[in-house]
């Protein structure tokens, strides 16, 4: 073949080659160009979380791995050492900038209340106008009183998790972040430190007194978001307000049922004012000392079978623990005895949770309490005997997979709560105490929060409510547009 016939060849070669080379150039710089891909990353991390809880992101890497967390690795809730910086943009922190809101799970509008309703009621004073205290450092935030007062400190975390939001350096999840607009936002959150106000500022002081400063606090609240457009604009559907303690927010709750709760329990409520229709059920703070996955004792290092250390003698749903107090207190297996947080009692507590196979966690004045969370933490497989309890985010947990559910009217029946037990074998129960090592971390609050801890998953829970509430916003609005019109008129 001669050489003029080839070149025909070759020049078609060569501009196919070329047509390549450019083709996956500009694929590259098209993937380059992407923040993360095609899925947006709020729906591709809900993907994740909702798959399999024990994912988490690493930061390190933008990945996500399967492996556990470790208890033992995670930071207390609140020291002294300063939060580590990282320059990684995808979370939104370092190098001095802020989360983008277009690309976060959930944009949260915060009223900037004056801090008599939040940080001023752990008597932090700031300078001047100051209304919220630094977080960049821990060493700057107020400490919340611990004892049986941290189990309902939920809006402490919360609120400490938004400011951090708009804090540059502070490593976070960017599962939420606090937005100046409210028009842009998908919630509006109330930062009322409700539940301290109770435990704090209930009580009458001298006889001149005519109400608490917790109902003054509750009185101007109301008078607050009743005054604010937000409030005007949809009935309070899109608020956000945690009453975690079962008597907090009592003098007012009617008056704002019409907003999302962030509950204990609906153990004092009314269907009309809370339900899980539209409100969100949080774990309790846990008092015992967690234990280290590496520290967990397995079923042949558990001497005790059940354990139960708490009030025995309660009013309503609660007088179960009475009668079953008189069918198991003489069990040589079974720890069951009246307790209280004095004298050590909270370290007794949890030393005796660890040394348990079983926890009883039985309905007391309200259908919860923290003992659920400080069973799981301590990997002592939890009893619930309580048949109207609610559990956090049972839309994706399946407790039923590291926790026992026995009927009260069951449970009381003579013998038939102890041979239940006894006739779970070690690898049932080894299995659940695994699984309960996996889910430790989603009940855990700290600062700053990490991905999958109980903020992000509070968070999370409130991104697939809100549905609901704009459900019920855009409904309540079908006639009010035209109503107001046939007013101007």
């Known amino acids: 073949m001669s050489e003029k016939s080839m070149q025909p060849s070759r020049l078609l070669f060569c501009l196919i080659t070329i047509c390549m080379f450019f083709l996956i150039l500009s694929s590259v710089l098209l993937l380059q160009s992407s923040s993360t891909s095609f899925i947006p990353g709020s729906v591709f991390r809900i993907i994740l979380v909702n798959n399999n809880t024990s994912e988490y992101f690493q930061p390190k890497t933008n990945s996500y791995s399967k492996k556990p967390f470790s208890l033992s690795n995670l930071p207390s809730p609140i020291d002294t050492k300063k939060p580590k910086l990282r320059s990684d943009s995808s979370l939104g922190v370092g190098s001095g900038k802020v989360f983008n809101p277009n690309q976060t799970l959930l944009k949260v509008f915060m009223y900037d209340l004056p801090p008599e309703f939040h940080f001023g009621l752990l008597g932090w004073k700031g300078e001047g106008d100051q209304i919220w205290p630094d977080v960049s450092t821990r060493d700057k935030i107020p400490a919340y009183p611990g004892g049986l007062n941290l189990q309902h400190s939920i809006e402490y975390w919360l609120t400490l998790d938004l400011l951090a939001s708009n804090t540059p350096g502070v490593v976070r999840p960017c599962s939420a972040v606090r937005v100046r607009n409210s028009s842009l936002a998908d919630v509006i959150f109330v930062p009322f430190f409700s539940s301290l106000s109770y435990n704090r500022h209930s009580k009458l002081h001298g006889k001149r007194e005519r109400g608490s400063v917790n109902r003054m606090l509750q009185d101007k609240l109301v008078e607050f978001l009743m005054s604010r457009d937000e409030w005007k604009k949809g009935g309070g559907k899109d608020h956000l307000i945690?009453?975690?303690?079962?008597?907090?927010?009592?003098?007012?709750?009617?008056?704002?049922?019409?907003?999302?709760?962030?509950?204990?329990?609906?153990?004092?409520?009314?269907?009309?004012?809370?339900?899980?229709?539209?409100?969100?059920?949080?774990?309790?703070?846990?008092?015992?000392?967690?234990?280290?996955?590496?520290?967990?004792?397995?079923?042949?290092?558990?001497?005790?079978?059940?354990?139960?250390?708490?009030?025995?003698?309660?009013?309503?749903?609660?007088?179960?623990?009475?009668?079953?107090?008189?069918?198991?207190?003489?069990?040589?297996?079974?720890?069951?005895?009246?307790?209280?947080?004095?004298?050590?009692?909270?370290?007794?507590?949890?030393?005796?949770?660890?040394?348990?196979?079983?926890?009883?966690?039985?309905?007391?004045?309200?259908?919860s309490s923290n003992r659920l969370f400080d069973a799981i933490v301590s990997h002592c497989v939890p009893v619930i005997i309580s048949d109207e309890i609610e559990l956090p985010f049972e839309d994706v947990l399946d407790y039923s997979e590291f926790c026992i559910f026995v009927q009260a009217s069951d449970a009381i029946k003579k013998g038939y709560l102890l041979n239940l037990l006894r006739g779970i074998k070690p690898e049932k129960w080894t299995k659940m105490w695994k699984k309960l090592k996996e889910v430790a971390p989603l009940f855990e609050y700290q600062y700053p929060s990490l991905p999958g801890d109980a903020v992000e998953m509070i968070w999370q829970a409130v991104s697939r409510k809100r549905h609901s509430a704009r459900f019920r916003l855009h409904k309540a609005n079908r006639f009010r547009r035209y109503q107001l019109m046939g007013k101007m008129k």
């Not at 007012?252 to 409100?279: H, T, W």
């Not at 207190?329 to 004095?342: I, P, Q, S």
């Open 242 to 367: 945690v009453a975690h303690h079962p008597n907090s927010m009592l003098g007012v709750r009617r008056k704002l049922g019409s907003a999302m709760f962030v509950l204990a329990d609906f153990g004092r409520y009314p269907a009309e004012i809370a339900n899980l229709n539209k409100d969100i059920i949080a774990p309790y703070k846990h008092v015992v000392r967690r234990i280290g996955v590496d520290d967990s004792a397995p079923f042949e290092g558990r001497s005790i079978l059940a354990y139960f250390q708490g009030a025995i003698y309660r009013k309503d749903g609660g007088v179960i623990r009475q009668e079953l107090y008189y069918l198991l207190k003489d069990e040589k297996d079974v720890h069951f005895t009246f307790g209280t947080v004095r004298g050590n009692g909270i370290n007794r507590a949890g030393q005796g949770m660890a040394d348990s196979k079983f926890c009883l966690n039985i309905a007391g004045d309200t259908p």
